[in-house]
């Protein structure tokens, strides 16, 4: 099952801008995780935020965790092209097998 | 850092026939995969965990006997998808973490099956 809602679906912005990427989960978590997806290819994990967090950096990246609204969002800054991709935050269950439960994912594209 | 191979990234095979999904951990032990499946557009719908040395566990709605998923070493998951038809047309994915937590999970490239 999926974890929640993904906002936007999808976005098109200029390189250069920022895109901002919301997610909503409905469990309690212990972390919360973001992941990349390129047309056609497999996940790459970008940047893991635990519950005891609010605010995590990773170069252009950057990942906000509101543990009482259930609700993460990351912004990538100074966009480029190559950032064109779909993003998908996840939650792990740990009570069950440690799996990955996934949002809806947010299309994003980056016109140069 | 971790990595996981993925094989064959593409297949197309003809409906009834039988098809083999490859998913190594290559540096890390595994005891856990985890594999995917995914619609065009969509998000990544878990279809089972493959746990090494045992049965897998499929989530539901999934059928284990057209899904079959086989754990035989700590490094190799397979996902062999029997008798396929159309419908089994989709992108397929595989992932292990190295079970510690808050820890990301590795997933391998894919794989684009197509039924005729």
């Known amino acids: 099952s999926q974890q929640g809602e993904e906002d936007p679906q999808a976005l098109s912005i200029q390189e250069g801008e920022n895109a901002t990427m919301n997610c909503s989960y409905k469990t309690s978590i212990n972390n919360l995780q973001w992941y990349r997806q390129n047309s056609g290819r497999g996940l790459v994990h970008l940047i893991l935020i635990r519950s005891n967090e609010r605010e995590k950096h990773s170069g252009r990246l950057r990942v906000t965790l509101d543990t009482s609204k259930k609700s993460s969002s990351l912004l990538i800054t100074a966009s480029r092209a190559a950032d064109t991709a779909s993003y998908f935050c996840a939650t792990v269950d740990y009570n069950q097998g440690g799996k990955l439960i996934f949002g809806q994912g947010t299309e994003l594209s980056v016109k140069p | 850092g971790a990595v996981v191979s993925q094989h064959p990234s593409r297949v197309i095979c003809k409906s009834g026939t039988s098809v083999k999904i490859e998913c190594r951990s290559l540096d890390f032990q595994a005891t856990t995969m985890f594999w995917y499946r995914q619609f065009p557009k969509k998000s990544l719908m878990l279809m089972a965990t493959?746990?090494?040395?045992?049965?897998?566990?499929?989530e539901q709605g999934v059928e284990k006997d057209k899904f079959l998923i086989n754990h035989a070493s700590l490094t190799l998951s397979t996902l062999t998808v029997t008798s396929a038809h159309p419908e089994d047309s989709s992108f397929y994915i595989c992932?292990?973490?190295?079970?510690?937590?808050?820890?990301?999970?590795?997933f391998g490239s894919g794989t684009r099956l197509t039924v005729v």
């Open positions: 992932s292990a973490g190295e079970r510690r937590v808050d820890y990301g999970y590795t």
């Open positions: 493959s746990n090494e040395g045992s049965k897998a566990t499929y």
